[in-house]
């Protein structure tokens, strides 16, 4: 599926971060959707928003002038320095949506502009209203036309008068611009929407695009990395002979005195399995990921491992055998792979409640040097 956004879509909200835009590219992003923007769209988009960022400085300095015939003293606003910041919607929309096509509209012809405005053609009204709303709209024609663009497009604008027809609740574009769809042998679905929100409602999981699938397990690095070494310290003997491949553990030794696990180069193939809604914003997510490397010591007691040293040289990741007074402290290189489930609170971004589901070392002694 592509999305096409028009320029009111982005009209007061500048930065598109309410929670429409969010799920709109939540979903872009998980599915590998692609967002259509026409050059035109982001020119408009700038210059209005800068255009209301000169009237909000010409009202506050007319209101200054007043307040200051008001007071004996000038009051203290430097009309130079409100904080207003540079804008760009491309520089809005490029950290938040994975795959964005820019459209070109300065191919259009402008005689075909010119008698579209003559015949008062949608979306020219009688007024002669629509430059800028043609040349978005032939240009998005074009585009899909002379790429051979299939499957769903959807197209959002709120300039129903220009581009909409209603009848019985049901939106369809005007006959002039299906006519124009059908001349051009669109292949592909375009389908009309309103506003961000209808197309929402119409096509979003709000459970599974709650958030960003592709970017969460890396954002959640450090918290995936901190809970899984407090679960693995917490290990049983059990738990430790399926981890490190032995026996000995389970059936042989005592619980050991100490675990210690230390996760160094970070996490890579990460993979989210499964999303399930909990109460209120929060998300039950199953995921899979690998720990690259995690330094694991063991701590037994030094009379254990003299009984049983041979076994325990022998296991395929350790790497090291410090001995102390009254214990001995192995140590493993392992690459875990993770199967893990936590909770998510979408809202406030936080995770919580990691519990592993299964974990095993994929790192073989013959591959540490």
Do not use: C
């Not at 914003?281 to 030094?302: G, P």
């Amino acid at each position: 599926m592509k999305v096409f956004l028009d320029t009111n879509v982005f009209y007061k909200h500048w930065f598109a971060s309410n929670a429409n835009f969010k799920l709109l590219f939540y979903f872009l992003n998980n599915l590998d959707h692609e967002l259509l923007l026409s050059n035109l769209v982001i020119q408009e988009a700038n210059n209005i928003r800068q255009r209301e960022v000169r009237e909000v400085h010409s009202e506050l300095t007319r209101i200054l002038k007043k307040g200051n015939q008001l007071n004996r003293n000038n009051l203290n606003l430097d009309m130079d320095n409100l904080g207003f910041q540079s804008y760009d919607l491309v520089d809005v929309l490029k950290d938040r949506v994975e795959w964005i096509t820019r459209i070109e509209y300065d191919t259009i012809p402008h005689s075909v502009v010119v008698q579209r405005a003559i015949e008062s053609i949608k979306p020219f009204t009688n007024e002669e209203k629509g430059y800028r709303d043609t040349l978005i709209w032939l240009s998005f024609l074009d585009h899909l036309s002379s790429n051979s663009i299939e499957g769903e497009v959807a197209f959002i604008t709120n300039n129903k008068n220009d581009f909409y027809q209603i009848k019985d609740k049901t939106i369809s574009f005007n006959d002039e611009l299906l006519k124009d769809i059908s001349e051009r042998n669109i292949k592909a679905e375009v389908k009309p929407y309103l506003n961000i929100y209808d197309f929402v409602k119409e096509n979003v999981d709000k459970i599974n695009h709650s958030f960003d699938q592709h970017k969460l397990l890396d954002d959640l690095e450090s918290f995936l990395i901190s809970e899984t070494e407090t679960l693995i310290n917490a290990m049983n003997n059990n738990e430790l002979s399926e981890l490190l491949e032995t026996k000995l553990f389970s059936e042989k030794l005592t619980p050991v005195l100490d675990i210690n696990a230390d996760i160094f180069e970070g996490l890579e193939h990460t993979e989210i399995k499964s999303i399930k809604g909990l109460p209120e914003d929060s998300v039950y997510i199953e995921s899979e990921f690998e720990m690259r490397r995690i330094d694991l010591i063991i701590s037994i007691d030094t009379t254990e491992f003299k009984q049983y040293a041979d076994e325990i040289e022998a296991i395929h990741s350790l790497y090291n055998i410090e001995h102390e007074d009254s214990h001995v402290n192995l140590s493993f290189i392992l690459r875990a792979y993770i199967g893990g489930s936590f909770e998510y609170d979408t809202r406030n971004e936080v995770a919580s409640n990691l519990s592993i589901d299964f974990i095993y070392n994929k790192l073989r002694r013959t591959q540490v040097h």
